[in-house]
């Protein structure tokens, strides 16, 4: 780090920038585990307002959550022979329990399909047991290499949700609808705008029969995945015997899907909306709305406005439209280094408050996102306060969205261009593909660019590519091609 208060700035070393940052606004620290992390409260809060929004949102949708076991037995996940392929190298194996060896031995958790569709199999006998909606809230292992604070760790938290319907097109709907949920989470809540669309046959989810994805551009124009939904078709009813009899009373395997969010959104948090002073988190995200920070030199000045600043965390917390506030009355410690302090952290309003202050009946409120002070008249502060946070709201998503299309490239693109914008600044480039592996998979050797997704219409370009930006051949489909985390 530059020094004790400074950050290392984005421009000059953006992966320098966004671990000091991690750190030094106490989301996370490293544990003594290697590759795990510990989440501490700053980026725990995070994860539960994630958690309190996601979760209402999946049960309007009818579903309902459960818990399955940390530890899977290995030959389930051999079941499915995709599956075991794309995971073999990532899991996690006990081989002793008790001090003996087991008869089997149990992989901890990557993911839960295998666990959970062996119980929906015992569960399911009729059409009228379907359509089955599930979610847990759980960790998972994976054992990663190559580790990074929220982006990709050895353990991470999550949300996995599985469902079994009766037919395709229940499935492709359900599919559907949770990469709706997902979008509006990252976008009214997160404040990150996503591009939605269907993953590629060698980027989707191993075990999947399609794969949808939302993805989001960081300030260093890579992208981040930051969910996922899979249609997975009939493949693990089939390896689990998830059947049921139709009305008809025909025997039939079950349509399944699954979909999850992790804490790596927390990392994409910080990636899409830190500077170089520190955090900036969305309001509808932020653990603490306002915090209130009192200005004062003598002790009975210290008194007053701490009982001022009491009375306005009580009125705004019960106020018509709650606040979540926070009141500084650390001891040895200048308002400015406070100032300081919750800049870093991110909290999206800042009510300083002092004598003076106090003798005009007045707060300033000062914004994170863009450090504007205005002086409020104490009595108009709940509204000032709930509108501030609102717009707050509002333009960073604005502001989010607008830098993604500023480094966004549509139109006819020729390779070396592409190339050359891949090995630059990068961004994200909507480009033609004629569909083949081959195109796809030598466009990821030569610039270690992926097709993040292949565009919902929504997002594709005004007039389609004709030609694969490759090979040149008749273009199949648009896709949208990043850099990744």
């Known amino acids: 780090m530059a020094d004790d208060q400074k950050l290392t700035t984005r421009e000059a070393d953006f992966g320098a920038w966004y671990n000091e940052l991690v750190l030094k606004a106490e989301l996370a620290d490293y544990s003594a585990v290697r590759g795990c992390m510990v989440i501490r409260p700053n980026g725990y809060g995070i994860w539960e307002r994630s958690q309190r929004a996601l979760d209402d949102m999946f049960k309007e949708t009818g579903v309902e959550n459960a818990y399955f076991p940390l530890f899977i037995p290995e030959s389930y996940l051999k079941k499915e022979a995709e599956h075991v392929e794309g995971f073999a190298p990532e899991t996690a194996v006990v081989t002793i329990g008790g001090g003996k060896t087991l008869e089997e031995p149990l992989v901890v958790r990557p993911t839960s399909e295998t666990i959970i569709y062996s119980s929906f199999a015992k569960w399911v006998q009729s059409y009228r047991d379907l359509p089955l909606l599930v979610n847990q809230w759980c960790n998972v292992v994976r054992w990663e290499m190559r580790t990074r604070l929220f982006l990709r760790t050895m353990e991470f938290l999550w ?23 997902y979008r509006r989470y990252m976008e009214e809540w997160g404040a990150m705008p996503v591009i939605t669309g269907r993953k590629t046959e060698s980027e989707k989810f191993a075990g999947a029969l399609r794969t949808y994805a939302c993805e989001a551009m960081m300030q260093d124009n890579k992208a981040l995945q930051a969910n996922t939904s899979h249609n997975l078709g009939q493949n693990f009813s089939k390896a689990f015997g998830l059947s049921f009899q139709t009305e008809a009373g025909a025997s039939e395997f079950a349509w399944s899907t699954s979909w999850g969010l992790s804490t790596r959104v927390i990392g994409g948090l910080v990636m899409t909306h830190g500077d170089d002073i520190g955090l900036r988190i969305p309001p509808r995200l932020a653990p603490t709305e306002l915090v209130i920070v009192p200005i004062y030199r003598a002790e009975e000045q210290r008194a007053q406005v701490l009982s001022v600043a009491s009375g306005i965390r009580a009125e705004l917390a019960k106020s018509a439209t709650p606040i979540r506030v926070r009141v500084d009355a ?64 509002r333009d960073m998503f604005e502001s989010a969205r607008a830098r993604r299309e500023a480094h966004s490239l549509r139109g006819p693109i020729t390779y070396d261009r592409f190339r050359q914008v891949m090995d630059g600044e990068g961004g994200f480039v909507y480009a033609g593909w004629c569909g083949s592996d081959a195109c796809e998979s030598a466009i990821k050797d030569e610039t270690k660019a992926t097709i993040r997704v292949l565009p919902d219409p929504e997002f594709r370009s005004p007039e389609a590519p004709r030609t694969c930006m490759k090979c040149g051949k008749d273009a199949t489909a648009e896709a949208m091609w990043a850099k990744a985390y």
Request: charged share 30%; no cysteine.
């Open 159 to 181: 949300q996995e949700g599985h469902t079994a319907h009766a037919t395709y097109d229940e499935a492709e709907a359900k599919t559907r609808q949770m990469l709706g949920i």
């Open 330 to 393: 650390r001891e040895n410690m200048t308002p400015g280094a406070k100032y300081y302090d919750w800049e870093l952290r991110g909290v999206p309003l800042r009510l300083e408050l002092g004598p003076r202050d106090l003798e005009k009946g007045q707060g300033v409120l000062v914004r994170r996102d863009t450090r504007e002070k205005r002086p409020v008249p104490l009595g108009e502060l709940a509204r000032t306060a709930a509108d501030l946070l609102v717009t707050i709201q």
